[in-house]
């Protein structure tokens, strides 16, 4: 069999069945372009080793730069013989540079160290690939709280009128978690950018190989230290699945508050044609389908991460053919996101707000009424009792169906004798948001300071 890379001790190959298990071709051939550059890097170490001549080292960077591009193109695919991306490409640099030279590469070098390094240089594109995406709808967010800098909202807790806010500062509450999640990518990365080619099956490599030589080449900061946990660990792997994960979980709460936006019942903003759907029976129909695929496509990044974390589970060191299943479902959580990422854009940047809508909502549910208290802490009531007399204000408001400004200033005085008329000055939404102008709060110029602060950040990431 001209694609296994084992067999001398055999007297038979494997069963169809054993062979069709062991297969790994359809996922990890995703790795064959990194396969390719590690191996010329690991061709030019064996050249430096003194085991492999100059004029081999020659044909075989050839051989190898020819597989590569026929990899690129597709014209050199995994066979059926072949059971992984490693032993599909031996066998094609075996065709293109014949036994002799093609038979030399993979002395020092065992699949657990090449797929563990292959791997973390997949992930670590991958990552700064989806840190890009992720930047994009930070944009996004920005270009619509840039749009929108003085448009009200009520403010909700427990889905229940709260306080009224800034359309632009709840929409940047959803701009922070995705700053952290490029972050996370950014520690991510460095905390990945070790290698751990030549650490051969578990033990290191005694052919005079020069690990840091090849991790320099391939973009490492430096070869591992133990060659067992290089070749054996995949927290770098779980690491990523989380931090996938979270970005579709910090997603899936602002795609839920679209979902919910754009329903009659709410209607704060309505989709663009462009992203949404119809319904096959139900002419009327706009159906908020990138929200509620965001919101299910969480669930699976969730469930890659934990199932990752329970194939790595127990494991003794060091490889063990379990560690085969680490792959898929970060292919996985990756390639979800790289579909997510671009209609989340879309979707956010073409979003239309009803300001009026929202003003209209802002103070209904007597949101207005934590106001009350703190005037009163202001004419140096305690809390506590402002609290209570706020709160009179509410049922007094709701029993004669009338907004908290309506109530006349015999109500105010009978309720408390600090409370006058001139506490209606607090009793607008505007005056509400202005007055919360703290750091971190939603009034206009607090609001405006932080937008410039995440563009920049979006902008330095
Ligand atoms: N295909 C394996 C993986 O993805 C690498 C091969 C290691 N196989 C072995 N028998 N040591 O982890």
New binding site residues.
């Given amino acids: 069999n001209q694609g296994a890379l084992w067999g001398g001790r055999f007297a038979s190959g494997p069963a169809a069945a054993m062979a069709a298990l062991s297969k790994?071709t359809h996922f990890?051939w995703a790795l064959a372009p990194y396969d390719v550059q590690a191996s010329k890097a690991h061709a030019r170490v064996l050249s430096k080793a003194g085991l492999l001549a100059d004029a081999d080292l020659a044909i075989m960077i050839e051989g190898l730069d020819g597989l590569a591009a026929d990899v690129a193109s597709g014209a050199f695919q995994p066979a059926e013989s072949d059971?992984?991306v490693?032993g599909a490409l031996e066998r094609g640099l075996i065709e293109r540079v014949g036994p002799e030279v093609g038979g030399r590469l993979r002395a020092g070098r065992?699949?657990?160290d090449?797929?563990a390094t292959l791997f973390r240089m997949w992930l670590r594109e991958a990552a700064r690939r989806i840190a890009v995406g992720l930047l994009d709808v930070v944009d996004a967010i920005v270009g619509q709280a840039a749009a929108h800098p003085d448009a009200v909202m009520p403010g909700k807790t427990h889905l229940q009128a709260a306080q009224p806010v800034l359309l632009a500062h709840h929409l940047l509450a959803h701009a922070h978690p995705l700053l952290r999640d490029v972050e996370r990518l950014r520690d991510f990365d460095a905390r990945a950018a070790v290698s751990p080619y030549g650490s051969g099956?578990l033990a290191g490599s005694s052919l005079g190989l020069d690990p840091d030589a090849i991790a320099v080449d391939l973009g490492f900061d430096s070869a591992a230290d133990n060659s067992i946990d290089a070749t054996s660990s995949r927290d770098f792997a779980a690491e990523a699945a989380f931090i996938l994960a979270m970005i579709g979980v910090d997603l899936s709460r602002m795609a839920e508050e679209i979902i919910i936006w754009t329903t009659p019942e709410f209607g704060y903003a309505t989709l663009a044609d462009e992203w949404s759907t119809g319904s096959s029976i139900m002419p009327q129909k706009k159906n908020p389908d990138v929200s509620e695929l965001t919101r299910g496509k969480s669930g699976r990044l969730i469930g890659n991460l934990t199932g990752l974390l329970a194939t790595l589970k127990a494991q003794p060191l060091a490889?063990n053919?379990d560690?085969?299943e680490?792959?898929e479902p970060v292919f996985d959580s990756v390639l979800q996101l790289e579909l997510l990422l671009p209609a989340i854009v879309g979707l956010v940047s073409t979003l239309e707000f009803h300001e009026d809508r929202m003003a209209e909502l802002a103070p209904a549910g007597f949101t207005l009424a934590t106001d009350i208290a703190e005037w009163l802490v202001r004419q140096g009531v305690p809390f506590r009792v402002a609290h209570e007399a706020a709160g009179a204000c509410v049922r007094a408001a709701e029993a004669r169906g009338v907004g908290l400004d309506e109530l006349t200033d015999a109500e105010f005085a009978a309720i408390d004798p600090a409370l006058t008329g001139e506490v209606r000055a607090v009793l607008t939404v505007a005056g509400s948001i202005a007055s919360r102008n703290a750091r971190g709060g939603t009034a206009g110029e607090r609001v405006v300071e932080q937008r410039d602060r995440v563009a920049a950040a979006s902008a330095a990431l």
Wanted: net charge negative.
């Fill in positions: 790994s990890d059971e992984d490693h065992s699949r657990n090449q797929v099956a490889y053919r560690l085969q680490d792959k």
